[in-house]
């Protein structure tokens, strides 16, 4: 049983599409991290969340933690090429916690 | 500073034959984690060393597995008597950590072993 649920596992949309992908948990995590990775390479850091009902932004891509800090959704605006790849959400279980537990990951492509 | 360096790459091996793969963390970084990925699965948490103390191992870390990290900068991580099993990307993140919680990693490019 995974403890970080992902969905969907797989999605491919047309460019200039939005998307969402959601990171669900029966656990309440004190920090949550999306990640990007790409074929062949290790994981990316995208950002980390902290506070429940944060939100950020990084250029075309809205992330948000959820108000009890089980949860969080990645969403992207117009979709391009270049956003195509694995996209991990990964929590620290518990304040201090040094190790990260990951989900399955949701895997995106993107059409011209 | 060129971030996380891994060494090597690509490993092919035939099933019982050890292989031992390097990690170079970030200088500044105090923290250094092993992790597993199979196709199509997040990673996977192995170990992880703050200086050159384990300080964790997982349970999927058999007693084939060893990690070390002398002198609290590269790190090793080998697997004795390799069994097909363990094929998969190894992967070596670092972190500078203040004791307050990990805010977020940086990987290398992982190791990828074959065993055949």
């Known amino acids: 049983t995974q403890l970080l649920e992902q969905s969907p596992q797989f999605l491919s949309i047309q460019e200039g599409e939005n998307l969402t992908v959601y990171c669900n948990s029966s656990s309440v995590f004190s920090s949550l991290q999306w990640y990007r990775q790409e074929p062949g390479e290790g994981p990316v850091l995208l950002v980390t969340?902290?506070?429940?009902?944060e939100v950020k932004k990084l250029k075309r891509l809205t992330f948000q933690f959820g108000d009890a800090r089980k949860d969080s959704s990645l969403h992207i605006t117009a979709a391009q090429p270049g956003d195509t790849g694995l996209y991990l959400c990964?929590?620290?279980?518990?304040?201090?916690?040094?190790?990260?537990?990951f989900g399955q990951g949701t895997r995106l492509t993107i059409n011209p | 500073d060129t971030g996380v360096s891994q060494d090597p790459r690509h490993k092919i091996t035939k099933r019982g034959q050890n292989v031992t793969f390097r990690c170079d963390p970030i200088?500044?970084?105090?923290?250094l984690y092993w992790y597993r990925q199979t196709l199509g699965q997040g990673p996977e948490f192995l170990t992880y060393f703050q200086n050159e103390a384990q300080l964790e191992k997982s349970r999927l870390l058999s007693d084939r597995f060893s990690a070390e990290r002398p002198k609290g900068s590269f790190s090793t991580l080998e697997i004795q008597r390799t069994e097909q099993g363990d094929s998969a990307m190894y992967l070596c993140a670092s972190s500078f950590s203040t004791g307050q919680g990990v805010y977020g990693y940086t990987f290398g490019s992982g190791t990828r072993l074959t065993v055949v």
């Open positions: 969340v902290v506070t429940g009902g």
């Open positions: 990964a929590g620290a279980r518990v304040q201090g916690a040094q190790k990260l537990v």
């Open positions: 200088s500044e970084h105090n923290r």
